[in-house]
């Protein structure tokens, strides 16, 4: 990518896509909490407690993706395009490689896996039929992530948009037909969701491809002269990616052991958390994007050194995303009672949800200042100080989790003031990090 072209980056024209594909991603979690919710409360409790679980495959791969947009488009800014495809092409490997791993993994193990996380009896069969399916996805999952970052890293976050509307629209259609029956199918319930899942992120992985070789034109070289071109950006990709994605795995694992404490607070609670997560998913979208935006620019400008405008991008991005976290969850603390009579007319989960709702307004602005930071230090190359304080904080907060929620009674509402604290405390020891401007000397370039 020219100079000329880094220079016109903007923060907006970048994010918006990509909020709108986050906001999609949501919209469909949601439809599939929704067509759950239809088999009962045990159904739609079992979703939440398997997200944490799922969450080690949707939410550790794109981050771990983003390893190779932040280490293409620092070579982009740099003006060392020959080091371009090899960093695509390695991260293609890598990506398709863990989603396989992931994939066989989940298959192996569906029937052990809701014995693992402490599920009650009841919603055990609904996980083993639900994950004996949904292991085919990350397979597809990853080789798409991995196609998606080349998309970011060449400022084409308006294809990727694109790519994900396509496959959200197949994913809530194929839902609804397997799960009601439609054109003449038996319905399939639960199977059928996990089935639609699978096969639109197939349909996802096919759509990106063509994008990525036909729109974008960027041609893979299948020659032995590109392993050692490959070879010699490893080393660099792993120094952003390992870091990016170790956080993200840590929390996942963390949400499980999590999950397994909040499983003996009884349907109602959990209930409760799980459909309150699927109100987070709007202000993490907007924070997440801004964020991913700002990596784009953030990296680009740090391969071609030009600092000041590093850190003006940082700082417009936390301000944005703070502010939008604040506004939308004290709107959504509100309007709580129409909010959860969507999912549930139960007065007790409405309690709950509530207080849980008002701990967001403060638990979510600090969030954006953890992702934004933690985003910003992985693009210029400090990554390893954001995951060590993430590691370090995720598993330190869980006995303290253990004690508000079940040892001294606090239940639900205890537990989410834990996660709150965590955030806050993250999203500052974060932000001190940038301003120490420690990153000046750090990069790959």
């Given at each position: 990518m020219p100079q000329a072209a880094v220079n016109k980056l903007k923060l907006f024209s970048l994010a918006w896509p990509i909020l709108i594909e986050q906001l999609t991603s949501g919209i469909v979690v949601m439809a599939d909490i929704y067509f759950l919710s239809l088999l009962g409360e045990e159904a739609a409790a079992t979703a939440g407690l398997l997200m944490p679980y799922l969450w080690i495959g949707f939410f550790v791969l794109p981050m771990l993706s983003t390893g190779g947009t932040a280490a293409a488009s620092q070579y982009y800014g740099a003006n060392k395009?020959?080091?371009?495809?090899?960093?695509?092409?390695?991260?293609?490997?890598?990506?398709?490689?863990?989603?396989?791993?992931?994939?066989?993994?989940?298959?192996?193990?569906?029937?052990?896996?809701?014995?693992w996380l402490n599920f009650p009896v009841q919603m055990q069969t609904y996980?083993?039929?639900?994950?004996?399916?949904?292991?085919?996805?990350?397979?597809?999952?990853?080789?798409?992530?991995?196609?998606?970052?080349?998309l970011a890293a060449k400022a084409m976050t308006n294809w990727n948009m694109l790519a994900s509307l396509l496959t959200n629209v197949m994913n809530i259609f194929l839902n609804a037909t397997f799960f009601f029956g439609w054109f003449g199918l038996e319905p399939m319930g639960l199977k059928g969701i996990a089935l639609?899942?699978?096969?639109?992120?197939?349909?996802?992985?096919?759509?990106?491809?063509?994008?990525?070789?036909?729109?974008a034109q960027v041609s893979f070289e299948f020659t032995w002269a590109i392993l050692p071109r490959m070879r010699a950006v490893i080393k660099p990709l792993i120094k952003i990616a390992i870091p990016?994605?170790?956080?993200?795995?840590?929390?996942?694992?963390?949400?499980?052991?999590?999950?397994?404490?909040?499983?003996?607070?009884?349907?109602?609670?959990?209930?409760?958390?799980?459909?309150?997560?699927?109100?987070?998913?709007?202000?993490?979208?907007v924070?997440?994007?801004?964020?991913?935006?700002?990596?784009?620019?953030?990296?680009?400008?740090?391969?071609?050194?030009?600092?000041?405008?590093?850190?003006?991008?940082?700082?417009?991005?936390?301000?944005?995303?703070?502010?939008?976290?604040?506004?939308?969850?004290?709107?959504?603390?509100?309007?709580?009672?129409?909010?959860?009579?969507?999912?549930?007319?139960?007065?007790?989960?409405?309690?709950?949800?509530?207080?849980?709702?008002?701990?967001?307004?403060?638990?979510?602005?600090?969030?954006?200042?953890?992702?934004v930071a933690g985003?910003?230090?992985?693009?210029?190359?400090?990554?390893?100080?954001?995951?060590t304080v993430g590691v370090a904080f995720i598993w330190g907060v869980v006995p303290i989790i253990?004690?508000?929620?079940?040892?001294?009674?606090?239940?639900?509402?205890?537990?989410?003031?834990?996660f709150a604290l965590d955030e806050v405390i993250r999203g500052l020891i974060n932000h001190w990090r940038w301003k120490t401007y420690r990153w000046h000397n750090m990069g790959i370039t």
């Open positions: 395009l020959d080091k371009v495809v090899p960093v695509f092409m390695t991260n293609v490997v890598l990506l398709g490689l863990a989603g396989l791993a992931f994939s066989l993994f989940t298959y192996l193990n569906f029937d052990n896996i809701a014995l996980a083993e039929e639900y994950l004996a399916i949904m292991a085919f996805t990350f397979g597809f999952f990853g080789l798409r992530c991995a196609y998606g970052s080349i639609g899942t699978v096969l639109s992120y197939a349909f996802a992985c096919v759509v990106v491809m063509l994008i990525v070789h036909i729109k990016s994605a170790a956080e993200p795995a840590n929390y996942t694992l963390q949400q499980i052991v999590v999950a397994g404490i909040l499983a003996s607070l009884g349907v109602l609670a959990v209930s409760s958390y799980t459909f309150v997560l699927r109100f987070l998913f709007i202000s993490m979208a924070s997440w994007s801004l964020a991913a935006a700002g990596q784009i620019i953030m990296a680009h400008h740090m391969g071609a050194r030009k600092l000041d405008e590093v850190d003006a991008t940082y700082n417009r991005c936390i301000k944005l995303a703070m502010l939008f976290a604040f506004a939308n969850m004290s709107l959504f603390a509100w309007c709580y009672q129409p909010l959860i009579s969507l999912f549930s007319d139960d007065p007790q989960v409405a309690f709950y949800a509530k207080w849980l709702l008002i701990i967001c307004i403060v638990m979510e602005p600090f969030r954006a200042i953890n992702i985003m910003g230090l992985k693009a210029v190359g400090d990554g390893r100080f954001a995951a253990y004690l508000c929620s079940i040892s001294w009674q606090l239940g639900i509402i205890g537990a989410w003031a834990c």
